[in-house]
């Protein structure tokens, strides 16, 4: 497959996902944005998604590991942190959402990315 058709495949199974996620269809759009870690492990985005499925199920624990990977395998991955952040924060796990907020404020400032600073503080904030 050339790298134009993988870029395809991994968009086709974005949207696909989103669409499924849309219709509150969690599971089916686990399995989806799984392959898409598969596909694409350097995408923050299907990591995210991921997690967001497992959120969205009850699954905050799940979820949270999700990020945690993502993290590192999609780095550098600010919005994963970010999201790590809140589910852990969802889980009462209130230092450790700071710490990761911290995080992802620092790699963000560090990144020089406007969107990703206010949306890093935000989470700071709200972890705070």
């Given amino acids: 497959m050339s790298p134009?058709?993988?870029g395809q495949a991994v968009e086709a199974l974005y949207a696909t996902g989103h669409w499924l996620l849309g219709l509150a269809r969690?599971?089916?759009a686990a399995v989806v944005f799984r392959a898409m870690t598969v596909a694409a492990p350097t995408d923050e985005r299907s990591w995210l998604a991921l997690g967001a499925?497992?959120?969205a199920i009850g699954q905050t624990d799940i979820a949270t590991g999700l990020y945690e990977i993502g993290s590192?395998?999609?780095a550098p991955a600010v919005r994963c942190?970010?999201?790590r952040a809140r589910a852990l924060r969802a889980l009462g796990r209130e230092s450790e959402a700071t710490e990761v907020a911290q995080c992802a404020s620092q790699l963000a400032q560090e990144l020089?990315?406007?969107e990703l600073c206010v949306l890093a503080t935000r989470e700071?904030?709200?972890a705070a």
Avoid: M, S, T
């Fill in 124 to 126: 700071l904030r709200a």
């Fill in 4 to 6: 134009i058709e993988q």
């Fill in 112 to 114: 020089g990315d406007v």
């Fill in 72 to 74: 590192h395998v999609a």
């Fill in 53 to 55: 499925c497992h959120e």
């Fill in 26 to 28: 969690y599971p089916d």
């Fill in 81 to 83: 942190a970010v999201a």
